[in-house]
């Protein structure tokens, strides 16, 4: 195992963990809230990772997004969401500059790397397939090397998020209580945009 992949092994010991992260550079937290189609201005307060999961009755329904703001980023999680491996979220994200780097994953093995600049998406592609020729749909970058870890893809995919951010994912970030957004299913928020799904 690479020593940047190594660096991130406990994830993979996260048996039940199914969620979005991404961080973004050179865009503003409320933008970032905005492009997920939640109010920056309503809060639900301050949850852990745990903490922000929808309750069983109402998944679906809506999703929690989780805003950890610093200085020259944003990073931003869904517990068992998947707003954020949606090209067009992406795409917005990014729409007025900046980088955004996303990782998902889910319980059943499925799992998406999406990255965006300046409201282009310029890889998207499923880590556990990084070695295939990509398929219909998929961007394969120039920066995804032949050594890409798919035996323990999720610790590959982000220590790729951290070579190409320039951030480390701290594992604190799961238990720290961080502003809370509600947002809307992204199937119900871009269910009139055209190519929403596509890069």
Request: proline share 6%; hydrophobic share 40%.
């Amino acid at each position: 195992m690479h020593s940047s992949v190594a660096k991130y092994a406990w994830i993979e010991e996260e048996q039940g963990l199914a969620w979005t992260i991404a961080v973004t550079n050179g865009v503003l937290a409320s933008n970032v809230v905005r492009a997920h189609g939640g109010d920056p201005d309503i809060r639900m307060g301050t949850r852990t990772f745990e903490q922000s999961a929808v309750p069983a009755d109402e998944f679906g329904q809506y999703f929690c997004l989780r805003i950890l703001a610093a200085p020259g980023f944003v990073a931003m999680t869904e517990n068992n969401g998947w707003s954020g491996k949606v090209p067009e979220i992406a795409r917005r994200v990014t729409r007025q500059g900046g980088r955004y780097f996303g990782v998902y994953w889910n319980r059943h093995g499925h799992a998406y790397v999406t990255e965006a600049q300046d409201g282009k998406i310029t890889a998207y592609f499923e880590p556990l397939f990084a070695d295939t020729r990509p398929g219909a749909g998929a961007i394969h970058p120039d920066w995804l090397s032949s050594d890409f870890d798919i035996e323990h893809y999720k610790a590959a995919s982000l220590a790729a998020m951290e070579e190409r951010t320039r951030i480390s994912f701290d594992r604190f970030w799961l238990t720290l209580k961080a502003p809370t957004y509600r947002i809307p299913n992204p199937d119900v928020l871009l269910r009139d945009v055209p190519g929403a799904r596509l890069p």
